[in-house]
């Protein structure tokens, strides 16, 4: 009987220092069956055969795969995964109180400037009722900002807060505009704050914490500080990130698993947030918000509305 070299090969150890693997949150270890490596494709066909070849990478959320073909086919299920019982409209935000009641029930504004800064709002055609508060009726920012916070049951934090060198990794940058979203800083290592200017996002803040795999407590940060905190994190590093442009479901995943197989992450993950699908490539492993942008690399695909 032929004898199998005994030698299990770990996809790990060529890349991987140990302190590393260790960091590595558990869901992204590569899986393996008994004593090989095994191909995380289901569907793989290659059998005993992959062990001849020498590739420890790329890995994709968790699992080695053999073959760019392979990797395809996973990148594939997880992104029907993502675009599944997507519907064409997300109406999240029903049944709050208004800004303007909630404020006048509190006694944090009169009759009289509510109604002004609804007229102004409605003459003008723009512009959030705080903001009219504020501009015109002369109500303080912070005390707009805290009602925010009670309509939303968020905490409401402000701008010392931010952490913006060390958070510039956390997302793509094209997110802080397309969300509105700002990362602020971890609690711990396992707790990231993530600042709305206006109204909290939990579609977004639970696609970070997928992402991430850490939790996302979303915060509101009073209007002024938010903008200035967010013109000063557009200059800081953020990751390199590939824009997508692809038109069907099958171009997405053809070109994103092209990508991985390019790049060889020692792991990767696909999210979806909102109508954009998010891949990030970890060329080192790192727990929660990467140390350094140049560890990671994100690829942004937006999608059509279904
Ligand atoms: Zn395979």
Same mark, same amino acid.
């Given at each position: 009987?032929?004898?199998?070299?005994?030698?299990?090969?770990?996809?790990?150890?060529?890349?991987?220092?140990?302190?590393?693997?260790?960091?590595?949150?558990?869901? *992204?270890?590569?899986?393996?069956?008994?004593?090989?490596?095994?191909?995380?494709?289901?569907?793989?066909?290659?059998?005993?055969?992959?062990?001849? =070849?020498?590739?420890?990478?790329?890995?994709?959320?968790?699992?080695?795969?053999?073959?760019?073909?392979?990797?395809?086919?996973?990148?594939?299920?997880?992104?029907?995964? @993502? /675009? @599944?019982?997507?519907?064409?409209?997300?109406?999240?935000?029903?049944?709050?109180?208004?800004?303007?009641?909630?404020?006048? @029930?509190?006694?944090?504004?009169?009759?009289?400037?509510? =109604?002004?800064?609804?007229?102004?709002?409605?003459?003008?055609?723009?512009?959030?009722?705080?903001?009219?508060?504020?501009?015109?009726?002369?109500?303080?920012?912070?005390?707009?900002?805290?009602?925010?916070?009670?309509?939303?049951?968020?905490?409401?934090?402000?701008?010392?807060?931010?952490? =913006?060198?060390?958070?510039?990794?956390?997302?793509?940058?094209?997110?802080?505009? *397309?969300?509105?979203?700002?990362?602020?800083?971890?609690?711990?290592?396992?707790?990231?704050?993530?600042?709305?200017?206006?109204?909290?996002?939990?579609?977004? *803040?639970?696609?970070?914490?997928?992402?991430?795999?850490?939790?996302?407590?979303?915060?509101?940060?009073?209007?002024?500080?938010?903008?200035?905190?967010?013109?000063?994190?557009?200059?800081?590093?953020?990751?390199?990130?590939? /824009?997508?442009?692809?038109?069907?479901?099958?171009?997405?995943?053809?070109?994103?698993?092209?990508?991985? @197989?390019?790049?060889?992450?020692?792991?990767?993950?696909?999210?979806?947030?909102?109508?954009?699908?998010?891949?990030?490539?970890?060329?080192?492993?790192? *727990?929660?918000?990467?140390?350094?942008?140049?560890?990671?690399?994100?690829?942004?695909?937006?999608?059509?509305?279904?």
């Amino acid at each position: 009987m032929p004898v199998l070299d005994s030698q299990p090969q770990d996809p790990n150890s060529a890349s991987r220092p140990a302190a590393a693997r260790e960091a590595m949150p558990e869901q *992204a270890q590569p899986v393996r069956g008994g004593f090989f490596p095994s191909c995380s494709n289901p569907e793989c066909a290659t059998g005993w055969m992959h062990l001849l =070849r020498s590739r420890s990478v790329p890995i994709f959320e968790g699992g080695w795969s053999c073959s760019a073909g392979c990797t395809e086919r996973r990148v594939e299920a997880a992104v029907r995964r @993502e /675009l @599944e019982g997507r519907s064409p409209e997300t109406r999240l935000y029903q049944h709050r109180i208004p800004l303007g009641l909630l404020m006048l @029930e509190q006694r944090w504004i009169d009759a009289g400037q509510l =109604r002004r800064a609804l007229e102004a709002q409605r003459s003008s055609g723009e512009g959030r009722l705080g903001s009219w508060l504020v501009r015109q009726e002369g109500v303080s920012e912070q005390l707009v900002a805290r009602a925010l916070g009670l309509q939303w049951s968020c905490p409401v934090v402000s701008l010392p807060f931010h952490d =913006r060198e060390a958070m510039a990794s956390a997302l793509p940058r094209l997110f802080l505009d *397309a969300f509105g979203a700002l990362p602020l800083r971890m609690a711990t290592r396992r707790l990231l704050y993530l600042g709305f200017e206006d109204r909290p996002d939990p579609v977004v *803040a639970l696609g970070v914490e997928r992402m991430l795999d850490v939790r996302v407590e979303p915060v509101l940060v009073p209007d002024s500080e938010f903008r200035a905190a967010h013109s000063q994190m557009l200059s800081a590093p953020f990751p390199r990130v590939e /824009l997508l442009e692809v038109s069907s479901e099958a171009q997405v995943a053809r070109a994103l698993s092209r990508v991985v @197989e390019k790049v060889k992450p020692v792991e990767s993950r696909l999210v979806r947030m909102r109508d954009f699908l998010w891949l990030r490539m970890w060329r080192r492993l790192s *727990a929660g918000v990467p140390a350094d942008a140049a560890q990671v690399e994100d690829v942004v695909c937006a999608i059509g509305r279904p």
